[in-house]
T-cell receptor
Framework: AQSVTQLGSHVSVSEGALVLLRCNYS??????LFWYVQYPNQGLQLLLK??????LVKGINGFEAEFKKSETSFHLTKPSAHMSDAAEYFC????????????FGTGTRLTIIP | KAGVTQTPRYLIKTRGQQVTLSCSPI?????VSWYQQTPGQGLQFLFE???????NKGNFPGRFSGRQFSNSRSEMNVSTLELGDSALYLC???????????????FGEGSWLTVV
């Protein structure tokens, strides 16, 4: 079975500071990993995904994530937080090709302090 | 290209009633999945359809069902509604591509169901 664990249900950072949202995965097969963002009263928007092509993945809105197999981690970072980054962030893992089921973490709510 | 479209966006139902939610995937996408999102349980997978066949099912009671039509549009139905069924129901679609594993899964805006 595959799973992801997001450490920290709430994270607060000052505007302009580094954003670091943590995600660790468990998978018996090479995982496909995703980060999604959810703004209030909206659906999920894909930030970035890891599909084994490169360990450092760049996404939208200045976010990036690094896949570290030795640490089973896929942490999301952004060098400088912006007020518009306030949202809930979900890490997810997908199984083998053909299995479209996403298993989500519990989410991290990011608050930006002006 | 239009995104994943879900209707209705908001609805209120009474306990014991049934509800049908609709999802139109992105054009060309043949896989449609459904998820339930609640504050207590988070995002949970309901089921996935591909070419009108259910390929995968989550751990939900039989009151939750779905189907997919030949044009890839999908519906999910919840019968005998319970208060605990109040949630955001999200539909997602993806394009199965032999040459692109880890294909992107796109989500709709969701249908907010309140059971009173």
């Amino acid at each position: 079975a595959q799973s992801v664990t997001q450490l920290g249900s709430h994270v607060s950072v000052s505007e302009g500071a580094l954003v670091l949202l943590r995600c660790n995965y468990s998978s018996s097969v090479p995982p496909y990993l995703f980060w999604y963002v959810q703004y209030p009263n909206q659906g999920l928007q894909l930030l970035l995904k890891y599909t084994s092509a490169a360990t450092l993945v760049k996404g939208i809105n200045g976010f990036e994530a690094e896949f570290k197999k030795s640490e089973t981690s896929f942490h999301l970072t952004k060098p400088s937080a912006h007020m518009s980054d306030a949202a809930e962030y979900f890490c997810a893992v997908k199984g083998d090709f053909g299995n479209e089921k996403l298993t989500f973490g519990t989410g991290t709510r990011l608050t930006i302090i002006p | 290209k239009a995104g994943v479209t879900q209707t209705p966006r908001y609805l209120i139902k009474t306990r014991g009633q049934q509800v049908t939610l609709s999802c139109s995937p992105i054009s060309g996408h043949r896989s449609v999945s459904w998820y339930q999102q609640t504050p207590g349980q988070g995002l949970q997978f309901l089921f996935e359809y591909f070419s009108e066949t259910q390929r995968n099912k989550g751990n939900f009671p039989g009151r939750f069902s779905g189907r997919q039509f030949s044009n890839s549009r999908s519906e999910m139905n919840v019968s005998t509604l319970e208060l605990g069924d109040s949630a955001l129901y999200l539909c997602a679609s993806s394009s199965i591509n032999d040459r692109a594993p880890g294909n992107t899964i796109y989500f709709g805006e969701g249908s907010w169901l309140t059971v009173v």
